[in-house]
């Protein structure tokens, strides 16, 4: 389980990626990156994600006097406390550090091209590929400003509902609290608070992003249409 969650977050920063290459770098998104290098990226990211993760709860994880411990099971405490900082830096800090530094130059570069639009004077004059243009240009950064926007709020989720379980790793491992367990009720507590974290990420789409609305209302368009067609051949 803990590795589809390393996993999701590895997601999550190769979408930023993308998202901040498509957004402060069209030019460069458009005539470099394409259907394969994605899938190239994703594929990579996956692998390597697995590979190494895979192989330390492997070799950390099993069941000692009737309980199950996973990535508890360590020949030293020094090799434990190595792989909890790595852990956090990998899994959170370095994350936290993409999304700020990546939606942090959306939105200077979206908030640069609004001014622009602003004081752009489209003249009545103007010719007809000039005002087509300038209103391409604005409805690409009112989506490129909703989807900064969600993303934003996509990340502020992520941190929110992971830091409790980081925090306590690091408390547990490292024993700064007196009579720290990592095994215990809060460990369920904070697990519960993070796994939450797969189930908000759908909704804030279904809310705040207009393409995926427009999208699954043609899927639930589509599949009402399909039924009545069904319905209606039947009868």
């Not at 360590?74 to 909890?84: G, I, Q, V």
């Not at 240009?137 to 996509?154: D, E, F, G, S």
């Not at 990420?201 to 009545?228: C, T």
């Given at each position: 389980?803990?590795?589809?969650l390393?996993?999701?977050?590895?997601?999550?920063v190769?979408?930023?990626?993308?998202?901040?290459?498509?957004?402060?770098?069209p030019?460069?998104?458009?005539?470099?990156?394409?259907?394969?290098?994605?899938?190239?990226?994703?594929t990579?990211?996956?692998?390597?994600?697995?590979?190494?993760?895979?192989?330390?709860?492997?070799?950390?994880?099993?069941?000692?006097d009737?309980?199950?411990?996973?990535?508890?099971?360590?020949?030293?405490?020094?090799l434990?406390?190595?792989?909890?900082v790595?852990?956090?830096?990998?899994?959170?800090?370095?994350?936290?550090?993409?999304?700020?530094?990546?939606?942090?130059?959306?939105?200077?570069?979206t908030r640069?091209?609004?001014?622009?639009?602003?004081?752009c004077q489209?003249?009545?004059?103007?010719?007809?590929?000039i005002?087509?243009?300038?209103?391409?240009?604005?409805?690409?950064?009112?989506?490129?400003?909703?989807?900064t926007?969600?993303m934003?709020?996509?990340?502020?989720?992520?941190?929110?509902?992971?830091?409790?379980?980081?925090?306590?790793?690091?408390i547990?491992?490292?024993?700064?609290?007196?009579?720290?367990?990592?095994?215990?009720?809060?460990?369920?507590?904070?697990?519960?608070?993070?796994?939450?974290n797969?189930?908000?990420?759908?909704?804030?789409y279904?809310?705040?992003?207009?393409?995926?609305?427009?999208?699954?209302?043609?899927?639930?368009g589509?599949?009402?249409?399909?039924?009545?067609?069904?319905t209606l051949?039947?009868?």
């Amino acid at each position: 389980m803990w590795l589809f969650l390393c996993m999701s977050t590895t997601n999550l920063v190769l979408i930023t990626l993308e998202r901040y290459t498509m957004g402060v770098h069209p030019v460069f998104y458009q005539t470099r990156i394409n259907k394969c290098w994605i899938l190239t990226s994703i594929t990579v990211a996956w692998f390597i994600t697995i590979s190494f993760q895979g192989i330390l709860f492997f070799y950390t994880s099993g069941v000692k006097d009737h309980d199950c411990y996973v990535v508890g099971l360590w020949p030293s405490r020094e090799l434990e406390k190595y792989f909890c900082v790595y852990y956090l830096i990998v899994n959170f800090f370095l994350p936290l550090g993409v999304f700020i530094g990546c939606y942090g130059n959306m939105l200077v570069s979206t908030r640069r091209r609004q001014h622009v639009l602003v004081n752009c004077q489209v003249s009545h004059e103007g010719s007809d590929e000039i005002r087509v243009n300038y209103r391409q240009t604005l409805r690409l950064t009112a989506t490129q400003a909703n989807l900064t926007k969600t993303m934003v709020i996509v990340s502020a989720c992520f941190v929110a509902c992971w830091l409790p379980s980081h925090v306590h790793y690091f408390i547990t491992t490292f024993q700064l609290a007196k009579n720290a367990r990592f095994y215990g009720r809060l460990y369920r507590i904070v697990t519960y608070v993070a796994l939450s974290n797969v189930c908000v990420n759908p909704l804030i789409y279904a809310f705040q992003y207009e393409d995926f609305k427009k999208a699954a209302r043609k899927v639930i368009g589509r599949r009402g249409n399909d039924l009545a067609s069904t319905t209606l051949s039947s009868s």
